[in-house]
């Protein structure tokens, strides 16, 4: 029971953090007129797979009963997923904002460029995006660096943080 609750805490990490962080990944590097329909679309997965995952438990439950299988075929099934998940993350191309931030614009370019423009690194909508990115990290330096601490400590942020946390509820 003691590695069954690791691995679920584990696991729940893991979900939680590319559930948290895929949408953001995938509005960087979707066209603008897709972006919205992509990370909704993202968002309605993840509702899917949790009813599935609740029927799934359902029917294990309930013809499995008293078996070990009852909790382990549920288990067993989030690996199909993870596999291809694995595999495939390795090909994804690296955030050009990333890439830019480290100053590594040639290679920005070159990842907008393969993503919207069959490689075409003077593509006007690469160019474009090259220009947008430069203005908000160019504003983000002006700006300034934030501390962890402002979230709690601005009354206002903080109140924003609280609303969040109490939506994860919902």
Do not use: C
Not at 20 to 46: C, K, N, V
Not at 109 to 121: C, E, I, K, N, S
């Amino acid at each position: 029971m003691d590695m069954m609750l690791a691995g679920r805490f584990f696991a729940g990490f893991g979900v939680g953090i590319m559930a948290d962080l895929a949408p953001l990944y995938q509005a960087e590097i979707a066209h603008p007129s897709i972006r919205g329909r992509l990370t909704t679309l993202q968002q309605f997965m993840l509702g899917i797979g949790a009813f599935v995952a609740s029927w799934v438990t359902y029917g294990t439950s309930a013809g499995l009963s008293g078996r070990a299988s009852e909790w382990r075929v549920p288990l067993g099934i989030q690996i199909i997923p993870a596999i291809p998940l694995i595999a495939f993350i390795l090909l994804l191309p690296e955030s050009p904002r990333w890439l830019a931030e480290k100053g590594r614009w040639e290679e920005a370019q070159a990842a907008l460029a393969r993503l919207h423009a069959h490689g075409d690194v003077n593509d006007k909508f690469v160019v474009a995006q090259i220009d947008d990115i430069r203005a908000d990290i160019e504003k983000s330096r002006d700006i300034g660096e934030a501390s962890w601490s402002e979230l709690f400590n601005n009354s206002s942020n903080f109140r924003r943080v609280a609303l969040g946390y109490i939506l994860q509820f919902s």
